[in-house]
């Protein structure tokens, strides 16, 4: 049986955990570790790293940014405003441009009404995006020119 893409509408085989054309995650496969994994006692937690892989901004490429989600969830804005989580100085990028959200294995990139856009990266495709699934080591255009890598993984309870 084959599954829809809820993205870009492409058909992919049932065996194949991501879309061959875009890479969003089937709907029935996890986009995270399971998170109920514990050390100590204590439930994991997500640990998002975004970096910026291009900018207009030379000095900020290469920067990286370092989120602890607990289990129960979380949201990373990112922007141009300051009461971002992380802000992105970007004059094509919206000042609340889009978030992601952290919940029970699964992680959303969600555009919040950005004015130039949210693109999901995979090999030489980009696709507009106003909500995609996102697993570790996804890659994402905000606006016309920033690039971020955002990698997920298990955080656990204590520290790792």
């Given at each position: 049986?084959?599954?829809?893409?809820?993205?870009?509408?492409?058909?992919?085989?049932?065996?194949?955990?991501?879309?061959?054309?875009?890479?969003?995650?089937?709907?029935?496969?996890?986009?995270?570790?399971?998170?109920?994994?514990?050390?100590?006692?204590?439930?994991?937690?997500?640990?998002?790293?975004?970096?910026?892989?291009?900018?207009?901004?030379?000095?900020?490429?290469?920067?990286?940014?370092?989120?602890?989600?607990?289990?129960?969830?979380?949201?990373?804005?990112?922007?141009?405003?300051?009461?971002?989580?992380?802000?992105?100085?970007?004059?094509?990028?919206?000042?609340?441009?889009?978030?992601?959200?952290?919940?029970?294995?699964?992680?959303?990139?969600?555009?919040?009404?950005?004015?130039?856009?949210?693109?999901?990266?995979?090999?030489?495709?980009?696709?507009?995006?106003?909500?995609?699934?996102?697993?570790?080591?996804?890659?994402?255009?905000?606006?016309?020119?920033?690039?971020?890598?955002?990698?997920?993984?298990?955080?656990?309870g204590g520290g790792d």
């Amino acid at each position: 049986m084959s599954w829809r893409c809820p993205i870009c509408g492409t058909n992919n085989d049932a065996s194949e955990k991501r879309c061959k054309v875009c890479g969003a995650y089937s709907p029935n496969e996890p986009t995270l570790p399971r998170w109920e994994e514990t050390r100590g006692g204590q439930p994991a937690a997500y640990r998002i790293v975004i970096r910026i892989e291009d900018a207009p901004v030379r000095e900020l490429i290469g920067a990286t940014f370092t989120v602890d989600v607990p289990p129960t969830g979380g949201v990373i804005t990112l922007g141009r405003s300051t009461d971002n989580t992380i802000i992105i100085p970007d004059p094509t990028v919206s000042r609340r441009h889009a978030r992601i959200v952290v919940g029970r294995n699964t992680a959303i990139l969600e555009d919040v009404g950005s004015r130039n856009g949210t693109y999901v990266i995979s090999g030489d495709n980009e696709v507009r995006v106003s909500v995609a699934d996102i697993g570790d080591d996804t890659l994402v255009r905000l606006g016309a020119t920033t690039v971020l890598r955002i990698w997920i993984s298990l955080s656990r309870g204590g520290g790792d």
